[in-house]
Every structure is written in C-alpha cells, then in structure tokens.
T-cell receptor
C-alpha cells in the first residue's frame, strides 16, 4: 500500500549540478503535482500534470523541467541547481471517482544546494 | 501571485477550546477547497474538503465553512486536542485540477 513514493529522500548538490527527482504513484490517479515548501511560503506549485501526456506550469516553474513518463510516474529535473532551489520537494497525485479526490502526498525530498 | 492566503502564521489555543483557522482566495475559478495537516518530516495529509456548491461540511470534530461571496473559508476544530498541534494548509483547486496552497498556520494546542 505504497501510495506516492518519492526518491531520493535527501540530496546534497553543488551549484550547477543536475539531478532528477523521481515520483511514482500506485493509485491509478490521473493528476500529479510537484510542490516545493520553504519556510513562511507554504507549498508552492512548480508544475502539474492534469492527465497523462499533459504538463502545465505552476507558480514557480523557472529552473525546473518535468516529464510525465507514464500514468504512474512524474519526474522533476533541475538542469543547473542553484542555492535558491534548496527546499523540501513534495510530489502529489489525485484521481477522479465521480468528482476529483483529494491529493495524496509523498514523504518529501529534502534538497540542499551548496 | 499568491492566490490562496493564510494570514495567520500561528495560533495557540487551550485544550478543549475551539480552534478557528482562516483562509482567503482570490481566484474565482476555484471550485473545490481542501484542508491539509502536516507534521514535521512528513508529507501533508488530507483532513477535510468542501465543494463550492456547499457552504459547510462537517466531519467529526472538524468543520469547514465556505463564504463564496467573500472568497473566504475557515476550519473549525472543536474540541481542540494536543494531538491537533501541527501546521494546517488551506488549498484550492480549479476544474483543470490546478491546486494551490496557502502559506500554512501553525496550530499549538496547550494541555
């Protein structure tokens, strides 16, 4: 009963390095999201995918790219990491049973860029 | 553009009393509203939601009120318990499933 699984849980990058955060859900949900959480800023939407094959920008997309690999997986890529991208990243998914369900979140990835 | 706002960063209440957490939104295209609870080092967990066609939804000790004309919603917790101490996030979603969150309110319930 995994729900939403994010990898890795922790990561330290040097400025300019690239990395991909992975997210997978096993609930057959159509929509997936990437958020970042910063102190005093709450959860800010980076990108979301309303359904397989579509992606849309959220509030803070600059410096990120996403790939909806299939219905289960939604990855977030940092091409050239910057200290301003130090944050906790959360992936979420939501489905549709009649109306939309609530979103379920992963445990988060704590990223530090030095 | 912060479309969902929680203007109180923190709230402290006594055990057994009512906790009222507030949330305002600016985008009239939002049609579904949710509250999430978050503990440190964990992902947010869903608490309660309300559709824009309703003005109240109740689930045990938790009640969410929606005032569409004021673009305002609130979460009432009665009675508050020490285990309710956490950060509470308000969220709003449109029909394209774009979902935005507020900055959160840290609730502390004192025994």
């Amino acid at each position: 009963n995994a729900g939403v699984t994010q990898t890795p849980k922790f990561q330290v990058l040097k400025t300019g390095q690239s990395m991909t955060l992975q997210c997978a859900q096993d609930m057959n949900h159509n929509s997936m999201y990437w958020y970042r959480q910063d102190p005093g800023m709450g959860l800010r939407l980076i990108y979301y995918s309303a359904s397989e094959g579509t992606t849309d920008k959220g509030e803070v997309p600059n410096g990120y790219n996403v790939s909806r690999l299939n219905k289960r997986e939604f990855s977030l890529r940092l091409e050239s990491a910057a200290p301003s991208q130090t944050s906790v990243y959360f992936c979420a998914s939501s489905g549709r049973t009649g109306g939309w369900t609530e979103a379920f979140f992963g445990q988060g990835t704590r990223l530090t860029v030095v | 553009d912060q479309q969902v706002k929680q203007n109180s960063p923190s709230l402290s209440v006594q055990e057994g009393r009512i906790s009222i957490l507030n949330c305002d939104y600016t985008n009239s295209m939002f049609d579904y509203f949710l509250w999430y609870k978050k503990y440190p080092a964990e992902g947010p967990t869903f608490l309660i939601s309300i559709s824009s066609i309703k003005d109240k939804n109740e689930d045990g000790r938790f009640t969410v009120f929606l005032n569409k004309s004021a673009k305002h919603l609130s979460l009432h917790i009665v009675p508050s318990q020490p285990g309710d101490s956490a950060v509470y996030f308000c969220a709003a979603r449109n029909n394209n499933n774009d979902m935005r969150f507020g900055a959160g309110t840290r609730l502390t319930v004192k025994p």
